[in-house]
């Protein structure tokens, strides 16, 4: 096997994943991973915890398959997980294989392009260098023959566009950067906070900030959808993690990856009449129960609930609040006041909204979500030959007319294949209300991994990672990495997708599609990230099929052991949570089932695999 010189942008799951991987696969290669953060960890790096933030999981489901955390950290498998002690794994994670000599951290990405702006020949990167903890200055060019964007989704803040912030008297801030600026958020002379957005980073920073005795004026616009959805962590003491790990949560949903089979029958076809009903019936009775219970304290906790209150049709997103005491500040209402508008201005020491509300202010928290960073790196030519977003109004009209007719007919197919999705009148009119045209086009890749003109032409040199929303980030950081280096390598997938990855048509139907899918199940074309969290496990089931390796790990496991007639081991698959471990040495596997030891691996390993 030929060496690479490959380049990783980005240090937090994805990217460490990615390397790791790499290395494993092709020893030889010269990789490079660069960061514009001093640490490593991406979202959980030592620049982005702050005291109190706990992750939405826990240790048994939030690490890698090959290093447990509960075991190096001495952590509770399903205890809550505090954001410094995710930041500490991922450190010594990259002490553990030997990553950190491959980090280029303070390093940011200002520009990637190729030679005459084509999709062929070296990528040349441009970044700036931060030196002894002063701005980025020295300015550097890099050149690479692999290249993996792993900048992942929440990056770039997002800001209200329009308002000026110069006037103001106090400290201005994302919610990103909380970690390294909460100590003047949290100082003495600030008395009143004001923070944006009805996210679950806004609810870490209201609580954060009422802990310690300031009152937060916790402001949430009347026109998007409202507050995230917010759910207890434990169900009868068990972890929600634990439940939601579970594959057979999986064969309820309208899940565009179980089109056939008797739960999809019962629950989805047409053919059906029990099963649409019951399903119906358990989502209003979830939605009742989950509404009252959790928010039906008082009218202060009323209104933090999300305005669409049926749990099917909620798009505001769904968190858990795992200290009870954040909805007891809330139902007080001494130090937490909500307000449903938007911020118009900042002046000296006080904001106003655009109720004609005018609040005392110390300082302002914007915790007013992401935008798309991977455009900003490269030219707006090659953007739609990478699959990337970009603005809506580039587009021309071949491709308008293209990709709209794809559309169209994937969101006819997903019509058919899942009437629940087609919204109620009354859901019409809530989206009605809210509708936002998209400013940017949604991320068209294959898998959510490789842009489809560049595969198809066999030019396999770009992956894009981490853009599919999920809830086994670690895990499927850990598979899809295999499945971008097989493909960077030239290394053998099954029959099915090999020949997919040649037919540009093909994988742009199923782009499409998955698009398509994704925008019924929203209902929000303005957002260009697939969320895949309710239907992660059959997500990584794919990319484990295209790399021909097993996909039901814990059968796999159990027949190792003692069975009765297999019934051990379908009861561990379907109704034991899935974790890190069940795909602990997944790499080698693949490298014993394509027999890839001692570099026999190939380019043409593709097509040699294409025959089998």
Same mark, same amino acid.
């Given at each position: ?32 991973i660069?960061d ?14 702050y005291?109190?933030?706990?992750a939405?999981s ?5 690490d ?25 794994y991922?450190?010594? $994670? ?21 030679e005459?702006?084509?999709l ?20 550097e ?12 989704v929440?990056?770039?803040p ?13 400290? /201005? ?19 009143? /906070?004001?923070?944006?957005g009805g ?19 916790? /402001? ?9 959805l917010l ?12 439940i ?40 209003? $009775?979830? =939605? ?5 219970g ?5 009218e ?9 209150q ?38 000296p ?9 005018? #609040? ?9 979500g ?23 109004t ?5 491709s308008?007319?293209?990709w ?12 058919d294949?899942f ?31 490789v842009?489809?003109?560049m ?5 396999r ?6 853009t599919?929303?999920?809830t ?11 499945? =971008? ?39 929000c074309?303005?957002?260009p ?11 990584m089931?794919?990319?484990v099929?295209? #790399?021909g390796?097993e ?13 009765i007639?297999?019934l051990r ?26 027999? #890839? ?11 040699e695999?294409?025959?089998?």
């Open positions: 096997m030929a060496p690479s010189k490959v380049v990783v942008i980005g240090a937090g799951w994805s990217g460490l994943a990615a390397a790791k991987t790499y290395l494993q696969i092709n020893p030889d290669v010269s990789l490079t660069l514009e953060d001093s640490s490593v960890g991406g979202v959980w790096s030592a620049s982005r915890v005291p109190g933030l706990i939405d826990c240790a048994a489901v939030f890698y398959s090959d290093f447990p955390m509960h075991r190096n950290l001495g952590l509770k498998k399903w205890a809550d997980l505090s954001g410094d002690k995710v930041h500490e991922l450190e010594l $994670y990259v002490d553990k294989f030997d990553l950190r000599k491959r980090c280029r951290l303070n390093t940011r990405v200002v520009k990637v392009e190729r005459e702006d084509n062929y020949g070296v990528w040349k990167i441009e970044v700036e260098v931060k030196k002894d903890f002063e701005e980025y200055t020295v300015n060019i890099l050149t690479c023959d692999k290249l993996i964007v792993a900048t992942g929440t990056s770039t997002n800001f209200p566009k329009g308002l000026v912030y110069k006037n103001f008297a106090g400290p /201005v801030m994302h919610s990103r950067d909380v970690g390294v600026k909460h100590k003047a958020l949290l100082a003495d002379e600030i008395k009143r /906070v004001t923070v944006v996210s679950k980073s806004a609810i870490d920073v209201v609580y954060l900030c009422a802990l310690e005795g300031k009152e937060v004026d916790w /402001v949430i616009r009347e026109d998007g959808n409202g507050p995230i759910l207890d962590p434990r169900v009868h003491g068990i972890h929600a993690a634990a939601k790990a579970l594959r057979v949560t999986t064969i309820v949903g309208p899940n565009i990856l179980i089109q056939n089979g008797f739960w999809y029958r019962f629950f989805h076809s047409r053919k059906s009449v029990i099963g649409p009903k019951m399903l119906k019936w358990a989502l209003d $009775y979830g =939605s009742k129960s989950a509404i009252k959790f928010y039906g304290r008082n202060n906790t009323m209104n933090i609930a999300p305005d669409m049926e749990l099917f049709w909620c798009n505001s997103g769904v968190s858990v609040v795992h200290d009870m005491k954040f909805m007891d500040l809330v139902a007080d209402g001494k130090h937490i006041h909500i307000h449903r508008a938007s911020l118009i201005s900042l002046q020491t006080t904001v106003t909204l655009s109720n004609d509300t005018v #609040l005392p202010c110390d300082a302002v928290v914007f915790a007013t992401w935008a798309t960073n991977q455009p900003s790196i490269f030219s707006s030519t090659l953007l739609p030959r990478l699959g990337l977003p970009f603005s809506v580039d587009q021309d009209h071949a308008v007319t293209h709209s007719a794809l559309e169209a007919s994937a969101a006819e197919r997903i019509h294949l009437p629940i999705l087609d919204p109620p009148e009354h859901v019409k009119e809530y989206d009605e209300q809210r509708k936002k045209e998209p400013s940017v086009t949604p991320f068209r890749l294959f898998r959510r991994i842009p489809p003109e595969a198809s032409t066999g030019k040199d770009l992956v894009v990672l981490g599919l929303l999920n086994a980030i670690p895990t499927y950081s850990e598979i899809s990495s295999l499945w =971008s280096v097989a493909y960077l390598e030239g290394l053998p997938f099954a029959k099915e997708t090999s020949a997919s990855l040649q037919n540009l048509e093909k994988m742009q139907e199923d782009v499409a599609l998955m698009n398509s899918w994704g925008f019924a199940k929203t209902r074309r303005d957002f990230y697939l969320d895949g969290s309710q239907e992660i496990q059959e997500f089931d794919l990319l099929s295209d #790399l390796l996909v039901m790990r814990k059968k796999r496991a159990a027949r190792k052991g003692f069975q007639l297999g081991g379908w009861v561990k698959e379907w109704f034991t949570p899935y974790v890190g471990k069940d795909y602990r040495g997944l790499v080698d596997e693949y490298i014993e089932k394509w027999n #890839l030891r001692g570099g026999t691996a190939s380019a043409n390993g593709i097509k695999a294409s025959k089998k």
